[in-house]
């Protein structure tokens, strides 16, 4: 079965560079989600989306943005990047019916490094 | 962690025993996921119990939620080696979004 995909799965960046992080969610999944986990820290909720439109956001910081574009697949965009940033990015996506609503399938995630 | 603690921290046992983890979170929830995670690597769903039910199990896996007391357990029977990993408890509201908590880093020795 097709599984969350995120590309890449490791990105080096320098401070106050920009990262752009991509996610292709499993197939007919109407929502996606992206998590921040900090080494050793449990993940912290980004931003969501449902049928491409923004869904709800927790603690994303202003020099990062996200979009679901019209084939579903959706965008994190981190600008200005900072030392707190290096972490591993999630995404996940999920469907709001049926027997398997609201389960979240990760992707395997991309660890970012700022140097 | 925002959301609440998990209990143990860390839990080391032997092949064939039991383990149980604790959840206590703070807000209403939607329901209640068990996700594993080795080591830097993605989270896989365990199990998902909604706020309406009480006990649930998945093979060798047993959640109980007590609403009231808002906390959870996961129980793994006769664990093996390669249940090794962390365990995450997240509260999930009808949005969507999970909220995780601090997680529990299991150890099965051989």
């Known amino acids: 079965a097709a599984g969350v995909i995120q590309s890449p799965r490791h990105l080096i960046k320098e401070k106050r560079e920009t990262a752009t992080l991509k996610c292709y969610p499993i197939p007919r999944h109407d929502t996606v989600y992206w998590y921040q986990q900090g080494p050793g820290q449990d993940p912290q909720f980004l931003i969501s989306f449902y049928e491409k439109m923004q869904s709800d956001k927790g603690s994303i910081p202003d020099r990062f943005s996200a979009q679901q574009f019209s084939d579903y697949h959706s965008e994190l965009n981190m600008s200005s990047l900072e030392l707190g940033d290096s972490a591993l990015y999630f995404c996940?996506?999920?469907?709001?019916?049926?027997?398997?609503?609201?389960?979240?399938?990760f992707g395997a995630g991309t660890r970012l490094s700022v140097l | 962690s925002q959301q609440g603690e998990e209990d143990p921290q860390a839990l080391s046992i032997q092949e064939g025993e039991n383990a149980t983890m604790n959840c206590s979170y703070k807000t209403s929830i939607n329901n209640l996921q068990w996700y594993r995670q080795n080591s830097g690597r993605g989270l896989v769903h365990l199990i998902l119990i909604r706020s309406n039910e009480r006990e649930k199990h998945s093979g060798r896996l047993r959640v109980t939620l007590d609403t009231s007391k808002k906390s959870s357990s996961l129980l793994i029977t006769a664990s093996r080696a390669a249940d090794t990993a962390s365990y995450f408890c997240a509260t999930g509201t009808s949005y969507g979004k999970l909220t995780f908590g601090q997680g529990t880093i299991l150890t099965v020795h051989p």
């Open positions: 996940a996506s999920s469907l709001t019916q049926g027997l398997t609503k609201n389960i979240q399938y």
